[in-house]
């Protein structure tokens, strides 16, 4: 296992901004095999994620494979030796089987506003957070709403001297109701694992009747709506500020976002919102629209604007036969069989690959599927020495129609907004058009079917 840092965690590690947390549920967004019972609040932190991310290297004796400080450069597929070769930083290494595990959200979208680099003060993007930052006593301004940003200012309101938080499309927002795991309930889940497990199970049962309203666009969204705008009403008694933050495309077309103290924050004396495009960047500040002769003056900017996901550069480094990953995926569209293996790169598995994104329930379902499937092309592979495989182009194009189809339907696509789920063309190429427990059934194990099988020299 190569890793470019000096630790795993991904997320969990970089995103250090005040109030980072995870906005699913913890006993379903940690491993269904190392269920923690101690979780210490409903929804857990950044921190502790981390911690049970190490806890599990540690548990299953994983840390004598891992190398840190392994920075993959190149990864080349080898069609004569039926080989993959890695160059990276800490050396290179030959294998059968390649497994890409990068992540979707760690490259930062720096948005293209004129002056950027002109400004004076503090500037940085909430994914690369400075550990010394103090808010204490400074104008700040926020830039983004989605689900990060909402994180970042109720934390650091209160301490700034004024705070401005740039607005280009109102989220829904709905209730999060977290609250300390209490002892009573901690106590039960470590002793009667069944009462842990039922809790999981609900929780996952709950995700996955959500995640059929979005892809079918049902009437339980009108339901969300209802909830999240009195959730508005309640917070917000100002009705100007109510309306600038009230959402105009159907709940859960971008990212649902869960939270009891943004709109509180928002509503704060020294918390401003300013819906009107952001015109440029001077060294002193921002300029926005409703009056391009003033410059709103601040000594920090926080840059909330989200990540390349659909553009990730990592796969530029992933060679077979003439070309890369990232060159066909431009001439085409990011996709990949099962979200996980792609034509004319045998023997790669991605994890978290094209349309495997989740509105509402958790990744590390999806991360377990493909992982069984990764572990049943492994499987096949080292009882077969001298055979490939490469998953058939035309089993790709039906597996994408079918996708297309499935999609066409959904509130992402139906639901009038946009959004990164989409890539440059505007295609949804992120999420994934169906239950979690579709998916699983679908990557249990390889069908030999699916896949040309190469002979090496
Ligand atoms: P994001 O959801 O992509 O939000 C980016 C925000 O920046 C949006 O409000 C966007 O506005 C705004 N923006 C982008 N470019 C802009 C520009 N040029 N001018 C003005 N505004 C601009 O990014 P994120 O908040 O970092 O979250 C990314 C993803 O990370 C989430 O969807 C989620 O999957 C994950 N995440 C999860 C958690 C969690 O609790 N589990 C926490 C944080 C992040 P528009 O809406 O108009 O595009």
């Not at 999060?176 to 809790?199: C, H, N, V, W, Y």
């Not at 629209?289 to 410059?295: H, I, N």
Request: proline share 6%.
């Amino acid at each position: 296992m190569l890793e470019r840092a000096d630790d795993v965690g991904g997320v969990w590690r970089d995103n250090i901004y005040p109030g980072c947390r995870c906005d699913v549920p913890s006993l379903l967004y940690s491993f269904s095999f190392a269920q923690k019972p101690d979780w210490t609040t409903h929804y857990a932190g950044a921190a502790e994620i981390w911690q049970y991310l190490r806890d599990c290297v540690q548990n299953f004796g994983l840390e004598g494979h891992l190398l840190t400080g392994h920075d993959v450069t190149d990864a080349s597929w080898d069609d004569a030796s039926g080989t993959w070769n890695v160059t990276s930083t800490g050396g290179d290494f030959r294998a059968r089987m390649l497994i890409i595990a990068v992540g979707a959200l760690n490259e930062p979208t720096i948005p293209a506003i004129a002056g950027l680099s002109d400004f004076d003060g503090e500037l940085f993007h909430s994914g690369q957070w400075p550990s010394d930052f103090d808010p204490a006593g400074k104008r700040i301004a926020v830039i983004g709403t989605g689900a990060s940003a909402i994180q970042i200012v109720p934390e650091i309101a209160p301490a700034a001297a004024a705070l401005a938080v740039y607005q280009r499309t109102p989220p829904w927002i709905m209730p999060r109701g977290d609250k300390p795991m209490g002892s009573r309930a901690r106590a039960l889940f470590e002793a009667i694992p069944a009462t842990r497990q039922a809790a999981r199970d609900w929780q996952f049962l709950t995700k996955e009747v959500t995640t059929t309203q979005f892809v079918k666009s049902g009437r339980l969204l009108e339901f969300v709506g209802k909830i999240s705008s009195k959730h508005l009403a309640a917070q917000i008694p100002d009705p100007a500020l109510r309306e600038q933050l009230t959402a105009h495309y159907t709940p859960g077309c971008k990212r649902l976002l869960l939270s009891d103290d943004w709109y509180p924050a928002l509503a704060r004396d020294n918390v401003t919102v300013v819906s009107e495009p952001i015109e440029r960047i001077t060294a002193a500040g921002i300029v926005d629209s409703a009056d391009p002769g003033k410059t709103r003056e601040f000594d920090a900017i926080v840059l909330a604007t989200g990540f390349q996901v659909t553009a990730n550069s990592f796969f530029a480094r992933v060679r077979a036969r003439g070309s890369s990953i990232a060159q066909d995926w431009l001439a085409t569209r990011p996709s990949a069989y099962l979200g996980s293996t792609v034509h004319g790169y045998p023997n790669l598995i991605v994890m978290t690959g094209p349309n495997t994104g989740l509105g509402s329930s958790s990744m590390v379902l999806m991360i377990e599927a493909q992982a069984a499937y990764a572990a049943s092309m492994a499987a096949y592979l080292h009882t077969h020495p001298r055979t490939s495989l490469d998953v058939r182009p035309e089993v790709v194009d039906a597996y994408l129609r079918d996708l297309d189809a499935r999609l066409a339907n959904s509130v992402w696509e139906t639901g009038g907004c946009s959004s990164w789920y989409r890539d440059a063309k505007g295609r949804i190429t992120t999420m994934w058009p169906g239950t979690t427990t579709r998916f699983r059934k679908l990557t249990r194990q390889i069908n030999l079917d699916d896949y040309a099988l190469l002979t090496a020299e």
